[in-house]
């Protein structure tokens, strides 16, 4: 595995596995690896003959008063992770290598970035998609692949490459989970003992609601009001939101109907979470996807 800093060097190796005839698969970071990155590089390597996986913690996407410096990092552990998924190029730019001057150009998707986390943190998603666009072009076409944990910026970053026409596939993969349930997170790595306890509730709740949309439940705000309840037992957790909405555009439905979103993010002491689970509902039969969970022997 090469680990490359200049995005010419990044550049040139994509555009020589092309004309070798290798496609090329890319699994954009901000690193401190766990399983949920490693299932995403996995998928790249089962499929493509040049695997990039990219680490650049984006200042852009963080608020003022988010948690940017603190933002955990491991280079050396992330570097080994990556070598042992079999990856081929670990991209590490510079913020100076990535914004050489402060950009006045950035990449806004409308509608889609305005609710769920959109109206707690309203740059985040122009700092997502600007720096996405930054790495879609200088990879070039490519497939990119992206986890199902972050399902608002799934849709968001599938819309910008739909509209701009941009020569990427994305690539959604499961949503993977602790062995009790709580989705992995890097930062997970915050929580104290009693938080990390306190945090299951998420996933809890996200299943209480699955499970009352599979015995008929079809009304949009009784589910939102299940999720505050079932989250309201557990006072180190306060709910952000929990939402149900379409997975595709994350248009509300109601009743709900077809392929949804329940979608949660809350605040467990200083460290804001999120969670979700696709439904499937086609008339009275409904599919749940929760994504996956690891056992304890995986990790
Ligand atoms: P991050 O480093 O948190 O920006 O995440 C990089 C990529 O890994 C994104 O596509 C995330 O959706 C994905 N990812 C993060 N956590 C998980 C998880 N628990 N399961 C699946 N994908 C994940």
């Known amino acids: 595995m090469k680990t490359i800093e200049r995005i010419a060097e990044l550049r040139a190796a994509c555009e020589t596995a092309r004309h070798g005839g290798q496609t090329v698969g890319l699994v954009p970071t901000m690193g401190y690896f766990h399983e949920g990155h490693r299932s995403l590089m996995r998928a790249a390597r089962a499929a493509d003959g040049l695997v990039v996986v990219t680490i650049f913690v984006n200042p852009l996407q963080f608020g003022a008063h988010e948690d940017l410096d603190g933002y955990p990092r491991d ?73 199902r944990k972050d399902a608002q910026q799934l849709a968001v970053v599938r819309r910008m490459a739909a509209d701009l026409n941009l020569p990427v596939d994305i ?51 009784a589910i939102t009001r299940l999720i505050e309840a079932t989250v309201a037992t557990e006072p180190l957790v306060a709910l952000e939101y929990g939402e149900v909405c379409r997975g595709t555009d994350l248009a509300v439905v109601d009743p709900i109907d077809g392929e949804m979103l329940i979608a949660v993010a809350a605040q467990v002491g200083r460290t804001r979470l999120i969670d979700n689970v696709t439904i499937t509902i086609a008339g009275a039969e409904v599919t749940t996807d929760l994504g996956v969970t690891t056992q304890e022997s995986e990790l």
């Not at 609710?115 to 666009?133: E, I, K, Q, S, Y």
């Not at 990390?196 to 709740?205: N, P, Y």
């Open 75 to 147: 280079l050396a552990g992330d570097t080994a992770a990556a070598e042992a998924e079999g990856v081929d190029a670990l991209f590490t730019p510079s913020q100076a290598e990535m914004y050489p001057e402060p950009t006045r150009t950035t990449v806004h998707v409308d509608g889609l970035t305005a609710d769920l986390c959109g109206a707690a943190r309203p740059t985040h998603f122009d700092g997502v998609t600007t720096v996405v666009a930054k790495l879609f072009s200088i990879v070039g076409p490519c497939t990119a692949y992206f986890g």
């Open 171 to 221: 690539a959604a993969c499961p949503l993977v989970r602790e062995p009790d349930g709580l989705a992995m997170s890097s930062r997970n790595a915050y929580l104290s003992a009693e938080e990390r306890r306190a945090a299951t509730v998420l996933s809890s709740a996200l299943r209480t609601a699955a499970d009352a949309v599979g015995a008929g439940e079809r009304d949009r705000v």
